[in-house]
């Protein structure tokens, strides 16, 4: 599986190097690979690259955590409780076919453009499809699993740590790594509208002076940085999780 892995990059990058290299593409549309790298070593020794890697990080991670813990919360006591879940699935399916882009102009009146805007705009997008995937996780454990535990005689707080999140966690990591590849798409857009640094103000900046070799070199970084927090979250689920057989 890793060698075709490779291989489908490998073809992508010749492809591009070609079509680039060639004449086929001007450069003003699409940088060589030479250029691009060349661009993103100058930023890098500059300390623009590692300034705006290490902000986009930052944001990312505080406003994920967040979200996550909310929802996880709020997930689990609604696919639990059916009194909860009358009280939060409605709301949370309403909330959640509003256009996150709708938020943004209304998030920077409110709050203004600092940090604090860029976190409610990841909360925003991400909390809302969370508590329902956790739901849906927390609703799939067997039912069996918590008829044995009352039959034991265990207390209804016991089964929900004891029973109910161990079967469930598994499936709420799941959600939790899929809802991180939307956190960064949330995270760029309100870097494109309203930011002073960062990895998606980079972009906006370069647009304005054609600097296409940024723009395609950011573009890649940011898919190398969520590719490489999916793999993070995949190898803490085989460690966390070794007694789920998806895990192994």
């Known amino acids: 599986m890793l060698s075709i892995t490779i291989t489908v990059f490998t073809v992508l990058f010749l492809l ?9 593409v001007k450069p003003i549309f699409m940088p060589t690979p030479t250029a691009v790298w060349n661009k993103l070593t100058q930023l890098l020794q500059n300390g623009t690259l590692w300034s705006d890697i290490k902000v986009s990080i930052y944001r990312i991670m505080v406003a994920f955590l967040i979200s996550s813990v ?3 919360i709020v997930g689990v006591l ?5 009194f909860c879940k009358a009280i939060v699935e409605p709301f949370v399916d309403f909330i959640r076919y509003m256009p996150v882009v709708a938020f943004v102009p209304l998030s920077i009146l409110w709050i203004g453009t600092g940090d604090e805007q860029k976190f409610l705009i990841i909360w925003i997008g991400t909390f809302f499809q969370q508590v329902l995937m956790v739901i849906d996780a927390t609703k799939r454990v067997p039912a069996d699993f918590i008829g044995l535990g009352r039959t034991l005689g265990m207390s209804e707080s016991k089964i929900l740590f ?5 079967s469930a966690f598994p499936a709420i990591w ?3 790594r899929i809802s991180l590849g939307w ?4 995270l760029v857009l309100a870097e494109l509208v309203a930011a002073q640094s960062g990895l998606g103000y980079r972009i906006v900046l370069s647009q304005r002076y054609f600097q296409t070799d940024t723009i395609i070199g950011y573009i890649l970084l940011l898919g190398l ?17 070794r007694y789920n057989v998806r895990a192994k």
């Open 183 to 186: 956190a960064w798409t949330w």
């Open 16 to 24: 591009w190097w070609a079509t680039t290299t060639s004449g086929l």
């Open 70 to 72: 909310m929802a996880i």
């Open 225 to 241: 940085l969520g590719l490489f927090t999916d793999q993070m979250m995949r190898l803490c689920e085989k460690v966390l999780f």
């Open 78 to 82: 609604a696919g639990c409780f059916s």
């Open 162 to 166: 004891k029973i109910v999140l161990p």
């Open 174 to 176: 799941d959600t939790l």
